[in-house]
C-alpha cells in the first residue's frame, strides 16, 4: 500500500522568510495530493492540494509542487507571518482509494 | 466546518470500560472516516465507512469497532478501553462523489483512559 515520508519533522524559520516541506509518497498511481494545517488543539484543515495532472498550484503565499517522476511533493509558504506556525500534513491517494495517507507532520514555528 | 460534530468533545474512561463516540454529518456526505492523532505518527486511520452498513477497515483498527445505521451517523467503539488507546480521535467526511479524496475533518475528540 501507498507509505508517505514528511521532512522536517520540525521547522523554524524567521517572520518573513519562506518555508519548505517535503514529502515522498511510493505509489506511482497516486494523483491527488492535499495538504492540511492543524492550529494547536483544533482540527486539521485543507489549505491546499493538487493533482498529478499539473506541476504546480498557488494560492496566494502558499505553493504545492509535485514531481511525479520522483515521487515526491513539495510545500512551499512565501513571506512567512506567526499566523502560519502550525502542524502541516501532507497526504496522498489514487484515483479510486477510498482513503487518504498521511505523512507524520511537519511543525512549523515562524520567529518574529 | 462542513457540518460535522463529534460528541463527547472530552472524555475520561477507565481501563476496560466501553467507550463509544459519536461523529454526524447534517449534508448526507457517503463516506466517513475514523482517525487518531498521536504525536509522531500523524493521522492514523482507523476505519471507514461508505454508506449505511457498509464499513472497512483502516491501518489501525484492532481494538475498535464501528457502526453506520443511518447516513448522517458513525460510531466508533471501543469495547473495552486500554491506555494504549488514549489519544485525540477525528472523525472526517469525503464530499460528493469525485475522484478525488478530498476531505474535512470534525472538531475532535480527546479520550483519556486511565
Known amino acids: 500500500g501507498e507509505n508517505v515520508e514528511q521532512h522536517p519533522s520540525t521547522l523554524s524559520v524567521q517572520e518573513g522568510d519562506s518555508a519548505v516541506i517535503k514529502c515522498t509518497y511510493s505509489?506511482?498511481?497516486?494523483?491527488?495530493f492535499p495538504w492540511y494545517k492543524q492550529e494547536l488543539g483544533k482540527r486539521p484543515q485543507l489549505i491546499i492540494d493538487?493533482?498529478?495532472?499539473?506541476g504546480e498550484k498557488k494560492d496566494q503565499r502558499i505553493a504545492v509542487t509535485l514531481n511525479k517522476t520522483a515521487k515526491h511533493f513539495s510545500l512551499h509558504i512565501t513571506e512567512t507571518q506567526p499566523e502560519d506556525s502550525a502542524v502541516y500534513f501532507c497526504?496522498?491517494?489514487?484515483?479510486?482509494?477510498?482513503?487518504?495517507?498521511f505523512g507524520q507532520g511537519t511543525r512549523l514555528t515562524i520567529n518574529p | 466546518d462542513a457540518g460535522i460534530t463529534q460528541s463527547p468533545r472530552h472524555k475520561v474512561t477507565e481501563t476496560g470500560t466501553p467507550v463509544t463516540l459519536r461523529c454526524h454529518q447534517t449534508?448526507?456526505?457517503?463516506?466517513m472516516y475514523w482517525y487518531r492523532q498521536d504525536p509522531g505518527h500523524g493521522l492514523r486511520l482507523i476505519h471507514y465507512?461508505?454508506?449505511?452498513?457498509?464499513?472497512d477497515k483502516g491501518e489501525v483498527s484492532d481494538g475498535y469497532s464501528v457502526s453506520r445505521s443511518k447516513t448522517e451517523d458513525f460510531l466508533l467503539t471501543l469495547e473495552s478501553a486500554t491506555s494504549s488507546q488514549t489519544s485525540v480521535y477525528f472523525c472526517?467526511?469525503?464530499?460528493?462523489?469525485?475522484?478525488?479524496?478530498?476531505?474535512?475533518f470534525g472538531p475532535g475528540t480527546r479520550l483519556t483512559v486511565l
Open positions: 472526517a467526511i469525503r464530499p460528493g462523489q469525485g475522484l478525488v479524496n478530498e476531505q474535512f
Open positions: 505509489d506511482s498511481a497516486s494523483n491527488y
Open positions: 493538487i493533482r498529478s495532472n499539473v
Open positions: 497526504a496522498a491517494s489514487s484515483q479510486g482509494a477510498q482513503k487518504l495517507v
Open positions: 449534508e448526507n456526505h457517503r463516506y
Open positions: 465507512s461508505y454508506g449505511v452498513k457498509d464499513t
